[in-house]
């Protein structure tokens, strides 16, 4: 006789919310479990039960354990930031699954910070500030480069972005902020901010270019300064707007008043003779741009709020420079080691292995929260050398 397999009751709010919380609809559900519309909703409408197999088909497909799918209710969980990306309500699209993921995995990694720093009797300082869409942005970015100890004379000699990115990371991270670097698709977002008052993160894409995140850095910084967490693009549409009664205008300004100071862009040899909003040369926007380890948008941004370049020619440029195509991804072999702290940071990678060696938490812990295979933590703990 044929074997039935056993079919085992499922509470159909469970099936919505870890369909729903992945960012599918039923058909996109169906096709990635390689069943029918029609199953997934008989399933959700508990006209019918899925076997063991299915569930964990289930499990794999909704990125959720396979215990979370016998609960009675649905899991309580903080709800999903705030959509502050800059495009046009109907053209906007869902997150995808690998943001929500990200959003879903960041906040794993505050949860443990906070853990690991209560297990070895560590405190999180986190002194970032306090800030209103009523400040004056450059104001507030004058204050908050002062607090993080960056000066003009030293940024002007970084020697590569790089260097200016990992700068300006390491500063923010002294201030109690984690810093964490994911794969997301670059047209969605280009980094997210999220709150705490004890493991406030910042995350960022990696699939974005290296001045590009160093905007966003300090972009989601704004964020935290304002206490609003939320995913964004970068978009700049309004920037000529004085009122800045958008936060995403808001965070755009201060991030570029913090990275191009307005007396530092202003007495700078190719501007300091210019008193009036004239267009520029792409040579002498890239020089500048190379000297403060910024892209070309966010210097023209600066020259037309501080009234000394068009604000027409900078719609006209922001469109050309969209136009262009992506710079060619370099490949490399992998380092899961460099990776790892290039992802998760300094501060999360030393809570952990602290943790290890102090045996409050296993070798395979260990290797679990650091999304990182057993073998590579001898060098991992190498590269670190001890630093917190």
Known sequence: MPHNPLEIAIVPEILVWARETIGLDVPKAAKKLHTTEDIISKWENREKNPTLTQIEKLANVYKRSLATFFLPTPPQEPPFPKDFRTLPQDKRKPFSPKTRLAVRRARRLQYLAVELANVLNHKIVVEIGKANLSDDP?????????????????????????????????????????????????????????????????????????????????????????????????????YRHIGYKSTERFCNHFAGAVLVPGDALTSHELVKGIKSAVEWSDEDLAKLAQGFRVSQPVILRRLVILGRANGAFYKRKQKEWESLPPPPKKWGRRNPPKECITNTGIPFVSLVLESQRGEKITYKDAADYLSIRLKYLPKLEQLIGGKS
């Not at 790089?162 to 047209?187: H, Y």
């Not at 493991?199 to 974005?208: G, T």
């Open 138 to 238: 450059e104001k507030l970015a004058s204050r908050v480069r002062e607090c993080l100890g960056i000066g003009v004379r030293e940024q002007l000699k970084w020697r590569t972005e790089r260097q200016a990115f990992d700068e300006w990371k390491k500063v923010v991270e002294r201030c109690g902020v984690f810093v964490f670097q994911m794969s997301m698709p670059l047209e969605e977002t280009r980094g997210f901010s999220l709150p705490s008052d004890t493991s406030p993160a910042i995350v960022l894409n990696l699939h974005d270019a290296i001045r590009g995140r160093i905007f966003s850095l300090l972009h989601e910084y704004g964020h935290l300064l304002l206490d609003d967490a939320g995913i964004c693009d970068m978009g700049d549409e309004g």
